[in-house]
């Protein structure tokens, strides 16, 4: 309270002022922080979901292509796969994929090319006419996490 001639505020106005102020800090770093770690996971959840599709997409396109590969129908499930067929003008052709670290790697006629980057897991099973594959995406430090498992047919040989 003022008295008639003081200038300023008492210190209890001083007090209320700044625990007000406080309180309104602490609400919008609160929601400061969680509109950034919203924005993170997003993007981890983006980052993993394009990398299994980038990842699909490579290894169903050269699946499809392929008459033959050196994974056999038995065999235990293996890390990486090698896909060979020929085109129609007689060329051969081959890719290999493996992981590298966490990177996905494809090997395609003696070019590199980095399909995914945040593979966790990859895994190839052969049956007779069929390529089975598991891939698990994690990114970011929520462990954001992708799993998908496909199977492509492969191209009939003559």
Known sequence: MR?????????????IASAIAAVISAALGMVIYNISTTTERSNNITSTVNDVNNAVYWISHDARMAGSTDL??????????????VDG???GHSSHYYLSGT???RYYDGSTLTVARFIAS?????????LNYVIESTTGRFNTSEIFSGTVYFRPTA
């Open 3 to 15: 008295r008639a001639g003081q200038k300023g505020m008492t210190l209890v106005e001083v007090v």
């Open 72 to 85: 056999t129908e038995g065999d235990p499930v293996a890390s990486e796969v090698l896909l060979s067929w």
């Open 89 to 91: 003008g007689g060329n």
């Open 103 to 105: 990177e996905l790697v």
């Open 122 to 130: 990859l895994e190839f099973t052969v049956s007779s006419d069929s």
